[in-house]
């Protein structure tokens, strides 16, 4: 139930091992953060590991290594409430309904700006509410103020800048 905006990100045929925390036991220390071309190399090692985790101490590795592509932009996307990306998405003149999409770094980057500049965001501002729905269950909407709707669009222009420095859309979904 959330939207997050991203750099387009082209992946580059590599990929890498990694566990689920960094205390892992001497295997896997030995194999996480490898890179490899040929995914079959990365998974040999993997189900080596993966065969023998009763010996695992320290314990981060004991549920498995995983495999992750490498793609060349690593930048950190950010990441709203369904709710408050329509809001935003209304608020910088984007049509999506579908709270999925892309554009061009530097037209995102121009409509945050024009609405920055231009718009009203208070008219977007939407209080919170709260729904009971069946058998008693709360659903509670936060909403979203003024000021959360220029943090968040000052924290997407951050990310368009990026993707113009890059040379890449912007994306969502
Ligand atoms: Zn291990």
Known sequence: MSV???IEAIYTGKCRI???GDDVCEAARQA???????R?????IVREHDGAMDDCWPRDCA???LIEGIYDVDAEGVNFANGNARVVLEFLGIDSPDLLGSMGGGDFLAACQV???TGTPVVHARPATETVGDRGARFVDFGIDEAGIVGRVSMLADLATEAVRLGRDVTWG
């Open 18 to 20: 990694t566990a689920f």
């Open 32 to 38: 996480v953060g490898r890179t490899f071309t040929d």
């Open 63 to 65: 549920s498995g290594l």
């Open 115 to 117: 609405a920055m500049a």
């Open 4 to 6: 997050t905006f991203s």
């Open 40 to 44: 079959r190399e990365a998974y040999a």
